[in-house]
């Protein structure tokens, strides 16, 4: 039989044994609920990644061009980032992966006055990926400056032609722009960038010439990473190309003591042509010259070059040489003269009989060489015109910024 006395401690010792039971019950409740809660991203590896984009967005105001886009990411890799202006309109911006794909960071400019959107993905450890959207705005610059490319894409030109981009304004930071030009040929052909500047104009311009003229055929691209380059004080504001062929290796030799011009066309003799150059107070320059353009008709007037001998004439079938006047043209108005083939009688162009100067206005393309000797002349300068030819190929290197 139990006694009352030891029912009582029966009773203690059963709730004893149940508070026991709910004690451990609940701290073995603990220890699942922390095995199920998101790991603490200081204390482990598989935390999830976490994106850093510089510039940091809308918020922070617009920013140079120039600006450096960088995207860190910790806990993790970047597998994608993006650099994009917003509305299409603009250079999507390149970068490289840095850090064990840790960091990616542009290394180009950006479009002046353009939004721009970064998109970035990064994975953990875990595979678990994070992704982040950010924009931001470049400033408009106060000053622009704009470029001219030559020759035109598509075109096909002659040997002697340079890859030429001529600058609006003045360019004070020349690395700045030649840094971001590149020239690729088919097949490889040598060749060097060299700056230069128009005596007459003024104009400013970055040139690419090949050591040694074209190889006939020759397939040239020029790429020009420009948009937000700032070329010292005036941002540029669009990137350029251009791809074009060379044609026909066409080189005349003017020979102003003989009175004569061969043509030659992929290494023959073309034709011999009788002329008539600059006569002593008005010499033709020496030395090569390249193909500018040409017209059907010029009107030529003493003024326009700075002659004290008055003339104003319409001249056919002009061949341009250079920028301060030179031209190969027909002069029908000496024609029964005697002096074609004679004597040098003209104010510096070179001059033929109105058949030639058809034959050779028609054949004539820009790039084509016009190589003149046997003036009292100095030699055409480098800017006057594409006159880089007069140089050695170390001489026109030497011209380049980034040597």
């Not at 075109?155 to 690395?175: C, L, M, T, Y």
């Not at 033709?284 to 390249?290: A, C, E, K, L, R």
């Not at 058809?358 to 030699?379: C, E, L, M, N, Q």
Request: hydrophobic residues 30%; positive net charge; charged residues 25%.
């Amino acid at each position: 039989m139990i006694t009352t006395r030891r029912r009582r401690r029966l009773r203690v010792l059963t709730v004893s044994l149940l508070g026991l039971a709910l004690v451990t019950g609940c701290q073995s409740s603990d220890s699942a609920d922390t095995k199920n809660r998101e790991p603490d991203p200081a204390a482990s590896d598989t935390a999830r990644a976490r994106i850093t984009v510089s510039p940091a967005g809308a918020g922070a105001g617009p920013v140079d061009p120039g600006h450096t886009v960088k995207v860190v990411t910790d806990h993790g890799t970047l597998t994608s980032v993006e650099v994009k202006p917003a509305g299409g309109k603009g250079v999507q911006v390149t970068g490289t992966w840095k850090n064990a794909r840790r960091t990616w960071q542009s290394d180009r400019t950006m479009t002046p006055g353009t939004a721009y959107v970064v998109e970035a993905t990064a994975t953990n450890a875990d595979g678990a990926t994070t992704r982040t959207r950010s924009t931001f705005r470049t400033r408009v610059p106060k000053l622009l400056n704009g470029v001219t490319v030559t020759p035109s894409n598509g075109a096909v030109v002659g040997v002697g032609q340079p890859v030429s981009i001529a600058f609006d304004a003045p360019v004070r930071d020349r690395a700045a722009v030649e840094r971001r030009l590149s020239v690729t040929t088919t097949p490889k052909t040598e060749g060097s960038w060299g700056w230069t500047r128009d005596p007459l104009t003024g104009t400013e311009r970055v040139d690419w010439r090949p050591r040694h003229y074209w190889a006939k055929g020759t397939k040239v691209t020029m790429r020009a990473e420009l948009s937000g380059v700032d070329t010292g004080g005036r941002h540029l504001r669009r990137d350029v190309r251009t791809t074009f062929t060379t044609g026909t290796a066409r080189i005349s030799e003017v020979d102003l003591r003989k009175h004569t011009m061969t043509v030659f066309e992929n290494g023959r003799k073309a034709k011999v042509i009788p002329i008539s150059g600059g006569e002593p107070r008005y010499p033709t320059w020496n030395g090569t010259m390249v193909v500018l353009g040409k017209q059907r008709l010029v009107r030529m007037t003493s003024e326009s070059v700075n002659i004290d001998d008055p003339y104003d004439k319409d001249v056919p079938w002009a061949v341009h040489l250079t920028t301060s006047g030179t031209y190969v043209h027909a002069a029908p108005w000496n024609e029964g003269k005697g002096y074609f083939g004679r004597v040098n009688k003209s104010h510096g162009c070179v001059g033929m009989s109105g058949a030639n100067g058809k034959w050779f206005y028609k054949r004539s393309v820009p790039g084509d060489i016009v190589k003149v000797t046997g003036s009292h002349s100095a030699t055409v300068a480098t800017g006057n015109g594409y006159g880089e030819w007069n140089l050695s190929f170390e001489q026109w290197r030497r011209l380049s910024s980034l040597r």
